[in-house]
């Protein structure tokens, strides 16, 4: 299974973004799906997650400005991103947790550079 993000790109202070992820391959289900970022010198954090009934969590840094959402038919995950500043600047991940009708692991993409300048 992959999982390839688009959507990153560079943005003024106050602006939006929305990041999309699709998995492909051989998928039985996906639960969990979400979106992590890590930023030069820091740790990866987690931003934001999703279970497949539509339950979501957010980072305290991340609330009331960022929204996940998915579409299960299409085994997709978007990460709607408002009022951007210079410290959401990072390269986000997503990553699912996917059934492939042999087993169930987290899967992980290949990262969308976000940048937010001042």
């Known amino acids: 299974v992959q999982l390839v993000e688009s959507g990153g790109g560079l943005v003024q202070a106050g602006g939006s973004l929305r990041l999309s992820c699709a998995a492909s391959?051989?998928?039985?289900?996906?639960?969990?799906m979400g979106w992590y970022r890590q930023a030069p010198g820091k740790q990866r954090e987690l931003v934001a997650a999703?279970?497949?009934?539509?339950?979501?969590n957010y980072a305290d840094s991340v609330k009331g400005r960022f929204t996940i959402s998915r579409d299960n038919a299409k085994n997709t995950t978007y990460l709607q991103m408002n009022s951007l500043n210079p410290e959401d600047t990072a390269v986000y991940y997503c990553?699912?947790?996917?059934?492939?009708?042999?087993?169930?692991?987290?899967?992980w993409g290949q990262g969308t550079q976000v940048t937010v300048s001042s």
């Open positions: 990553n699912a947790d996917v059934n492939d009708y042999v087993r169930t692991y987290r899967a």
């Open positions: 999703v279970t497949s009934g539509g339950v979501a």
């Open positions: 391959g051989s998928i039985l289900s996906i639960n969990y």
